[in-house]
């Protein structure tokens, strides 16, 4: 790695803020530091972290920034792997609020006194491609397409709910919401792939609407991917909101029926399924969901469509690896929904039947914060883990979802730690994944050593 530096006296220099600089890493070599600001990567403009991954890309770096300690603006070429990254961490980029106001916005029906960062409503392009969050697309700017295809941010998510645009535009409650097809044609033709998804309500786009919104779709195949369908959330707290119908099971039923027709109708137009029910429809239904082993790729997992096909995936092995006998009793106790006690109500049995000395027992527990409207484990809150302790205090352990708490702090939706838990019970609290291998290594793991 070879380079010169200048610096000259500059004021008032734009650009995103260093973090943390990691040790041994380009930036160090040439003299960044923490506090330092990021102006530029060979002459372009740095303005969030898509611009800096980007611009990294190249064997050679001309790297301008403001040094805060010596008052000037700096600037090196450097040369590098392609692979190699300035090794900083810079601050994260203001989210995109949304400008719509859905019908369904899970936000609109959430009870006062949550974090402050659950009522925020992101449209953001960026999130979309890093972390799979879906978007509408109605307030991309032609720039944002412009730079979407120029960074080739692909794959993105996209919520469209309905390709008709009177019943988009009703969905969204935004009469100004562009076509969406008009959209993602641009974004297909330069390259983009596309997941998209269809919050399904009854009565209004189901039906006719839902066969029209899969069919044009479909024409897009296969830049566009797939079409997941997730059945509507309502809460208890919808006051002043229109009044939706819930999923029930009856409704399930046949919307699976409907939902076999439109996938067989696109296996012979692009011989793939394309449109996807989400699990949570075949368990409304008390269904097994599809275990998708003809596909070499479950599409938008993370949406819950194959969720339980990959809870069980390996799960002959995982059993014949376990033992027949621990060396002493263990009494677990294991929290979910009842959408999630339907998931695991399977492992439970086998593990029970299999190991002696394990006592496992399960229970699912109603949404005290958003009603029993909302069955899915992710939603539960701190204080439904806690009740559910309470009842069984003589537990060894117990076992609860990952997927409830807040990765970086281990916080529940409504503050509520896993810390504050652990102090209700003398037994140890593990944390169990998405998968039946995590579920067991969580409630056993250490003991199979």
Same mark, same amino acid.
């Given at each position: 790695?070879?380079?010169?530096?200048?610096?000259?006296?500059?004021?008032?220099?734009?650009?995103?803020?260093?973090?943390?600089?990691?040790?041994?890493?380009?930036?160090?070599?040439?003299?960044?530091?923490?506090?330092?600001?990021?102006?530029?990567?060979?002459?372009?403009?740095? #303005?969030? +972290?898509?611009? /800096?991954?980007?611009?990294?890309?190249?064997?050679?770096?001309?790297?301008?920034? !403001?040094?805060?300690?010596? @008052? *000037?603006?700096?600037?090196?070429?450097?040369?590098?792997?392609?692979?190699?990254?300035?090794?900083?961490?810079?601050?994260?980029?203001?989210?995109?609020?949304?400008?719509?106001?859905?019908?369904?916005?899970?936000?609109?029906?959430?009870?006062?006194?949550?974090?402050?960062?659950?009522?925020?409503?992101?449209?953001?392009?960026?999130? #979309?491609?890093?972390?799979?969050?879906?978007?509408?697309?109605?307030?991309?700017?032609?720039?944002?397409? &412009?730079? +979407?295809?120029?960074?080739?941010?692909?794959?993105?998510?996209?919520?469209?709910?309905?390709?008709?645009?009177?019943?988009?535009?009703?969905?969204?409650?935004?009469?100004?919401?562009?076509?969406?097809? %008009?959209?993602?044609?641009?974004?297909?033709?330069? @390259?983009?792939?596309?997941?998209?998804?269809?919050?399904?309500?009854?009565?209004?786009?189901?039906?006719?609407?839902?066969?029209?919104?899969?069919?044009?779709?479909?024409?897009?195949?296969? @830049?566009?991917?797939?079409?997941?369908? $997730?059945?509507?959330?309502?809460?208890?707290?919808?006051?002043?909101?229109?009044?939706?119908?819930? $999923?029930?099971?009856?409704?399930?039923?046949?919307?699976?029926?409907?939902? &076999?027709?439109?996938?067989?109708?696109? =296996?012979?137009? $692009?011989?793939?399924?394309?449109?996807?029910?989400?699990?949570?429809?075949?368990?409304?239904?008390?269904?097994?969901?599809?275990?998708?082993?003809?596909?070499?790729?479950?599409?938008?997992?993370?949406?819950?469509?194959? =969720?339980?096909?990959?809870? /069980?995936?390996?799960?002959? %092995?995982?059993?014949?690896?376990?033992?027949?006998?621990?060396?002493?009793?263990?009494?677990?106790?294991?929290?979910?929904?009842?959408?999630?006690? *339907?998931?695991?109500?399977?492992?439970? #049995?086998?593990?029970?039947?299999?190991? !002696?000395?394990?006592?496992?027992?399960?229970?699912?527990? !109603?949404?005290?914060?958003?009603?029993?409207?909302?069955?899915?484990?992710?939603?539960?809150?701190?204080?439904?883990?806690?009740?559910?302790?309470? !009842?069984?205090?003589?537990?060894?352990?117990?076992? +609860?979802?990952?997927?409830?708490?807040?990765?970086?702090?281990?916080?529940?939706?409504?503050?509520?730690?896993? &810390?504050?838990?652990?102090?209700?019970?003398?037994?140890?609290?593990?944390? @169990?994944?998405?998968?039946?291998?995590?579920?067991?290594?969580? =409630?056993?793991?250490?003991?199979?050593?």
């Amino acid at each position: 790695m070879r380079g010169n530096t200048k610096s000259t006296a500059v004021a008032d220099a734009k650009g995103l803020q260093v973090l943390s600089v990691e040790p041994g890493s380009i930036a160090e070599y040439v003299g960044i530091a923490p506090g330092d600001l990021l102006i530029s990567l060979n002459s372009h403009p740095i #303005s969030d +972290i898509l611009d /800096y991954w980007y611009q990294c890309h190249t064997t050679r770096l001309t790297i301008q920034w !403001e040094s805060k300690t010596r @008052g *000037k603006v700096c600037r090196k070429t450097v040369r590098k792997s392609i692979h190699d990254r300035l090794g900083i961490e810079v601050e994260p980029f203001e989210i995109r609020r949304c400008n719509n106001a859905c019908v369904f916005c899970f936000v609109h029906q959430l009870p006062r006194g949550l974090r402050p960062d659950l009522y925020i409503k992101d449209e953001d392009y960026r999130l #979309s491609f890093l972390y799979g969050n879906y978007i509408t697309g109605t307030s991309l700017s032609d720039a944002d397409i &412009e730079r +979407i295809l120029k960074l080739r941010l692909s794959p993105l998510y996209f919520s469209v709910h309905a390709t008709d645009e009177s019943v988009r535009r009703n969905l969204l409650v935004n009469p100004h919401a562009p076509p969406i097809i %008009p959209l993602l044609r641009k974004l297909v033709e330069g @390259g983009i792939e596309i997941h998209t998804q269809v919050v399904l309500c009854p009565e209004i786009n189901d039906s006719k609407i839902l066969e029209q919104t899969v069919a044009d779709l479909s024409k897009l195949y296969p @830049g566009v991917r797939s079409v997941a369908i $997730v059945p509507v959330g309502l809460t208890s707290h919808r006051r002043n909101l229109p009044k939706l119908l819930p $999923v029930t099971k009856p409704y399930a039923v046949d919307f699976l029926r409907f939902c &076999e027709k439109l996938q067989k109708r696109c =296996m012979g137009l $692009v011989n793939f399924p394309f449109v996807f029910p989400s699990d949570e429809f075949y368990l409304l239904a008390e269904q097994s969901p599809p275990d998708y082993s003809d596909l070499e790729e479950i599409p938008q997992l993370e949406n819950g469509v194959g =969720m339980v096909s990959n809870f /069980y995936r390996g799960l002959t %092995p995982l059993l014949a690896s376990l033992p027949r006998r621990l060396k002493k009793p263990l009494k677990v106790l294991a929290i979910t929904s009842p959408l999630g006690l *339907k998931v695991i109500e399977q492992l439970v #049995s086998l593990l029970n039947a299999r190991i !002696e000395n394990l006592t496992l027992h399960c229970i699912a527990k !109603e949404n005290s914060l958003f009603g029993k409207g909302i069955t899915v484990t992710g939603l539960l809150p701190g204080c439904d883990f806690a009740a559910a302790i309470d !009842e069984f205090p003589d537990c060894d352990r117990v076992l +609860i979802p990952k997927n409830a708490l807040r990765p970086w702090d281990n916080r529940f939706l409504d503050d509520l730690t896993l &810390e504050d838990l652990q102090t209700r019970t003398h037994g140890e609290i593990r944390v @169990g994944g998405a998968t039946a291998e995590s579920f067991v290594e969580a =409630m056993i793991g250490d003991l199979l050593i």
